[in-house]
């Protein structure tokens, strides 16, 4: 209304206050803005509370028992990761910060991100803002639920960019949701993912969620801590989905929360014999639950989690 009446004011006085006009678009640009964000926080929120809605029941503390059908690496990796005597865990959240480009001679874009990954259920929203270095921030929001991907990207909150799902973003997150477990390690337990013995440092992991079924490679050091990760998943070349080579080379290593965990890492696309690095990822905070008790009415459960997770 005040926007209105000032604008009102400044035609019938344009001679004199014309130049109020310039300064009251500039609080409707802000106002539409701060409108659109807060329209964007609020159904990225109502998605993880969604991801959330399940009954989360602490299960039993992790044992050497509990490994003996992995891999000898796999058990060295959980064992050097610190499960034993932890329960699984079932939900996280991660700050995330780092630089990522479009192509191989790009700029580099920092970025800042939060994710949320419900282990128990494979399912992860991720929420970033990139700075594109034009003084337009670019909003992101990668998601794996209910079986399928979703890629939503805004410049401003307000301008879309891209909004893709089908089969082939379906099988790259959950692709990503598999490579990502070298950040809540206990998953590597989980019903869904089966593995088998490559060599002294390579394991092969498949996950299946009923519908999709994907395979990759885990590579480790001799000393058991994660390496890398490859496997094929889909990407947009020229508008058109081809798999590709997808590789993750994990750069440090840091305890959260008493598990050590992958928290520098590099992240590559592989065309031919054409490697090229497109994001540079840390860790800068995480914080997990592994489920209650008992159970809570499912309309309570999933902002209950979102309350407990969130990081400041």
């Known amino acids: 209304m005040f926007l209105v009446v000032s604008q009102t004011f400044i035609f019938i006085h344009w001679d004199v206050a014309k130049?109020?006009?310039?300064?009251?678009?500039?609080?409707?640009?802000?106002?539409?803005?701060?409108?659109?964000?807060?329209?964007?926080?609020?159904?990225?929120?109502?998605?993880?509370?969604?991801m959330f809605n399940s009954d989360l029941i602490r299960e039993p503390a992790i044992t050497f028992e509990s490994l003996r059908d992995l891999p000898p690496i796999v058990r060295k990796w959980l064992v050097r990761?610190?499960?034993?005597?932890?329960?699984?865990?079932q939900t996280l959240c991660i700050k995330q910060k780092g630089v990522m480009r479009l192509k191989?001679?790009?700029?580099?874009?920092?970025f800042r991100a939060e994710q949320f990954i419900n282990a128990d259920n494979q399912g992860?929203?991720?929420n970033a803002t990139i700075s594109s270095g034009f003084f337009i921030p670019i909003h992101a929001r990668d998601k794996y639920l209910h079986r399928h991907g979703n890629m939503l990207i805004h410049a401003l909150y307000a301008i879309p960019i891209a909004d893709s799902s089908g089969p082939e973003i379906d099988q790259g997150t959950l692709m990503r949701f598999l490579a990502e477990i070298i950040w809540f390690p206990t998953a590597a337990l989980s019903r869904y993912i089966r593995w088998e013995?490559?060599?002294?440092?390579?394991?092969?992991?498949?996950?299946?969620?009923?519908?999709?079924?994907?395979?990759?490679?885990?590579?480790?050091?001799?000393?058991?801590?994660?390496?890398?990760?490859?496997?094929?998943?889909?990407?947009?070349?020229?508008?058109?989905?081809?798999?590709?080579k997808w590789t993750i080379s994990v750069k440090s290593h840091r305890v959260f929360g008493g598990f050590r965990i992958a928290d520098?890492?590099?992240?590559?696309?592989?065309?031919g014999d054409k490697p090229f690095t497109w994001l540079q990822i840390?860790?800068?905070k995480m914080k997990f639950s592994f489920g209650k008790p008992g159970s809570q009415p499912e309309e309570e459960e999933g902002?209950?989690?979102?309350?407990q997770l969130e990081l400041k």
């Open 303 to 307: 902002a209950e989690i979102v309350q």
């Open 124 to 126: 992860f929203i991720w």
């Open 282 to 284: 840390e860790l800068s």
């Open 19 to 50: 130049y109020w006009t310039f300064i009251n678009s500039i609080l409707l640009v802000s106002i539409i803005i701060a409108f659109q964000r807060r329209r964007f926080g609020t159904m990225v929120r109502s998605e993880v509370i969604e």
């Open 81 to 89: 990761s610190n499960v034993i005597g932890k329960p699984p865990i």
């Open 104 to 110: 191989p001679d790009g700029n580099w874009l920092p």
């Open 264 to 271: 520098k890492s590099e992240v590559t696309w592989h065309q």
């Open 197 to 244: 013995y490559l060599t002294e440092t390579k394991a092969r992991a498949t996950i299946e969620n009923g519908v999709t079924s994907v395979s990759g490679i885990f590579s480790f050091d001799l000393d058991g801590d994660i390496a890398g990760f490859e496997g094929l998943r889909y990407r947009d070349v020229n508008q058109r989905y081809a798999l590709q």
